[in-house]
């Protein structure tokens, strides 16, 4: 099946540096990769819908400058969190859907990457 | 807009009782539907979706899913739930003129009791 892979799992950052999230399709290329992030006992909510080669859509609320999201190939998009505080950590969430019949087809998840900002 | 209720935070049902998931969604036309299961720490595994034909869909792990028009529900089920089904369950939908937005429901614990 498809396999979707995060990379860090769990990452510890001081307040005030970055860190970067990597999202790969291991078996599959994907268009379209989306981050959500998730608050403890909370649903998933969508940052970003992120497109191989252009620049990612982001939702509402959610600080392009802050959140820096690149989809560089057809299975590898980085979510890069700049100048992270306290209040950034939550579990971190990609999903990415296979190139395909329209939108039929279901997103495959990561793992998700557990951050915490101290 | 587009909106997925899962009206249960928790439910507990004994091993070996059937068990009911609930989820109700509005959208505008027809809908995709999914429902995910996540484990603690871990990400979302898809476990079934209806898309068109049978209002029933089979899924994995032996969940189904019933596809209500009228009643705009997408109750899951199993006939017979086990220990390791405990879990966060979410549901989702994606209206079929969007693109590839999926607006998810805020999850009901389901916690088998042995």
């Known amino acids: 099946g498809a396999v979707v892979s995060q990379h860090p799992s769990r990452v510890i950052c001081k307040s005030g540096t970055s860190v970067k999230i990597e999202c790969r399709s291991l078996?599959?290329?994907?268009?379209?990769m989306f981050w959500y992030r998730q608050f403890p006992k909370q649903s998933l909510m969508l940052m970003a819908t992120s497109n191989e080669g252009s620049k990612a859509t982001y939702e509402q609320g959610v600080e392009k400058d802050k959140f820096l999201i690149n989809h560089a190939s057809l299975t590898l998009s980085t979510l890069t969190v700049t100048s992270a505080h306290p209040e950034d950590s939550s579990f971190y969430i990609c999903s990415a859907r296979p190139r395909g019949p329209g939108l039929a087809s279901e997103q495959y998840f990561g793992p998700g990457t557990r951050l915490t900002v101290t | 807009a587009q909106s997925v209720a899962q009206p249960e935070d928790q439910v507990n049902v004994a091993e070996g009782n059937p068990l009911t998931v609930k989820c109700t969604y509005s959208?505008?036309?027809?809908?995709?539907l999914f429902w995910y299961v996540q484990y603690p720490n871990r990400g979302l595994q898809f476990l079934l979706k209806?898309?068109?034909?049978?209002?029933l869909v089979k899924g994995s792990y032996g969940f189904e899913a019933e596809f209500n028009k009228s009643q705009t529900s997408f109750h899951l089920k199993k006939p017979s739930a086990l220990v390791s089904d405990s879990a966060l369950y979410f549901c989702?939908?994606?209206?079929?003129?969007?693109?590839?937005?999926?607006?998810f429901g805020k999850g009901t614990r389901l916690h088998i009791l042995p």
């Open positions: 959208v505008s036309g027809n809908p995709y």
């Open positions: 078996d599959f290329q994907a268009t379209t």
């Open positions: 209806y898309i068109t034909g049978d209002n």
């Open positions: 989702a939908v994606r209206a079929t003129y969007r693109d590839d937005k999926i607006i």
